[in-house]
């Protein structure tokens, strides 16, 4: 304080500003800066040796409508509600590109589909990794969904909390997850679970994959309206082709030809 008081007295009472260069210029880039990848290989002129992330893992959940039809208070009612019954990812790395699945018939599914996805991400941090290993990177794993910071976010949230993994960021908005970091306590891998849609415009899947992933999206037909929480255990169980009446949606009032 006394310092501060001396100073004042030079100045009578002023406030001084005084505007300090830096020796050299900085460029404004915090895109490149705030990547410590980006960073190291931009200061070192190695700018030639950046290569995007090529591995990852995808995920997908369906669900099935449970209607309860129960009163909470006066003025509130809830009709139904979604439950989570299949979780399945895609999993690329420098091998190929391969699948699993888990399923509501199997004892706390999410966890085991958490478990394989940790054990997958392993290979794909390697195969990430640059060649030169003093370069330096964030080794998280992203885990793609697709439309997902709403709905499907929601089904795995409480299972990203557990004695074996725990959530170490969490970036939102409101009720949307942008994204969310998840550590495994033993063995340190980090997943970064994210909606593809953050990389570009609202847009369908099928646009989606034409458009980024230069490809043609062939998906099967899945008998959505005819699986319910009444018969989910016995048909999911049947080895036969399911009838084609199936596949007829009820809410569209479509068929399937």
Same mark, same amino acid.
């Given at each position: ?5 001396? #100073?004042? #007295?030079?100045?009578?009472? &002023? ?19 705030? =990547?410590?990848?980006? &960073?190291?290989?931009?200061? =070192? ?25 129960? +009163?909470?208070?006066?003025? %509130?009612? @809830?009709? %139904? $509600?979604?439950?989570? $019954? ?15 699945? $888990? ?9 085991? /589909? ?13 195969? +990430? #990794? ?11 794993? %992203? @885990? ?13 949230? &409480? ?5 074996? /993994? ?9 009720? @949307? ?28 899947? &099928?646009?989606?994959?034409?458009? *980024? ?16 929480? +009444? ?16 596949? +007829? ?6 068929? *399937?030809?």
């Amino acid at each position: 304080m006394k310092r501060h008081m001396e #100073k004042c #007295k030079k100045n009578n009472g &002023k406030i001084v500003k005084k505007v300090i260069l830096a020796k050299f210029a900085r460029p404004f880039v915090p895109h490149i800066l705030n =990547n410590i990848t980006n &960073k190291y290989l931009f200061v =070192n002129n190695r700018e030639i040796e950046f290569k995007p992330i090529e591995y990852n893992i995808t995920n997908d959940i369906e669900t099935f409508e449970k209607f309860i039809q129960q +009163n909470y208070g006066e003025d %509130s009612t @809830v009709i %139904s $509600y979604f439950i989570a $019954y299949c979780i399945a990812s895609t999993v690329k790395n420098k091998s190929g590109i391969h699948s699993f699945c $888990y399923d509501i018939r199997q004892a706390d599914f999410l966890d085991q /589909w958490l478990n394989q996805v940790f054990e997958e991400a392993k290979q794909i941090k390697k195969d +990430n #990794k640059y060649e030169d290993e003093s370069i330096p990177q964030h080794f998280e794993v %992203s @885990v793609f969904g697709f439309h997902s910071t709403k709905f499907d976010v929601s089904f795995v949230f &409480k299972n990203l909390k557990s004695k074996n /993994w725990r959530i170490i960021k969490h970036i939102d908005s409101g009720t @949307v997850a942008k994204q969310i970091i998840v550590r495994h306590k033993v063995t340190h891998i980090q997943l970064r679970f994210v909606d593809a849609q953050i990389y570009c415009t609202k847009m369908t899947l &099928k646009s989606f994959v034409r458009d *980024i992933g230069g490809g043609t999206m062939q998906k099967g037909r899945f008998p959505y309206e005819y699986i319910n929480i +009444n018969n989910y255990a016995t048909e999911l169980d049947k080895s036969e082709p399911f009838p084609g009446e199936a596949f +007829n949606n009820k809410l569209k009032n479509k068929s *399937i030809s």
